[in-house]
């Protein structure tokens, strides 16, 4: 009986020590929509596939900040081995929670306005706990589509959250390629989702075309800015694909599933400490594409010309 138990309690630790030692991953989505969720989906896929035993626990934020906070706290307490931030306000309440635990950022557009951070970006490291890649497509491809398809533009509308600093960020940047095009730019700004509607009705008819860069709260409400602008007959440009399919005519667009992936090999290197997180270097998304949202294109009898996708 001795033996018996012996042998038990030995296997018993052996159970729990392999247990203290499981590979664990938090993941902080912002908001539930296809861009960041195809980002989670390839980012799981690629670590799986590098560490097939690791465990994840991918928690929704539903757009709020301070849930944000409140998982990052939880995923800090149980001693995770890394954090994804997924979306600019997750990333900021993981690095607000830890200055330990390695921190990769997925979706997000300007880490420097994200992390304030002066001189980092696509090709630097951060020289913190902090990594990932960038969604950020060219703003002046974006600039080039809004006058490929709309020649006869003279003002551009910019429709973006203000409580979004990546947006705010995308904003300055394409209205200097839109300016230097000899179009004028009107800012149409909301603070929320509760004002988007009536922020984009005032755009219609002050504007011959509408710009939403890559904004998680527009692309959470979609189709409440379709029922603005296609009625009221006006285009919209967007800065990736989610967008485009809910209320756009087309984008110059990266793969958010493949951004993911990226992401999800960086997390490998790191966890199989083949790289320091503070020394690896934001990547940028490997391929854009130009596309096109065929029924509203249609409704609005807007051609497209060759080279462009249609979305699916």
Known sequence: MKKTLALVLCLMMVALCGLASATTVGVIQLVQHPALDAATQGFIDALKEEIPDVEVDSQNASGDSATCAQIANTFVSNDVDLILGNATPALQAAVAATADIPILGTSITDYASALSIDGIGQGTATGINV?????????????????????????????YCSAEPNSVYQIETIRGFLEAKGLETKDFAFADSNDVASVTQSAVGAVDVLYIPTDNTAASVTETIAGVVIPGNLPVIAGEEGI???????????????????????????????????????????NFTKKYNA???????ITIPDGYEVIE
């Open 131 to 159: 990594s990932g890649t960038t969604d950020l497509a060219p703003l002046d491809g974006q600039a080039d589509i809004i006058t490929e398809l709309f020649p006869e533009a003279k003002t551009v509308g910019l429709l």
């Open 244 to 286: 485009a399919q809910g209320c756009g005519v087309a984008t110059l667009t990266i793969s958010y599933y493949d951004l993911g992936v990226a992401t999800g090999k960086q997390a490998a290197k790191i966890l199989k400490g083949e790289v320091n997180v503070s020394e690896l270097a934001i990547e940028a998304a490997p």
């Open 295 to 301: 029924a509203n294109a249609e409704a609005l009898g």
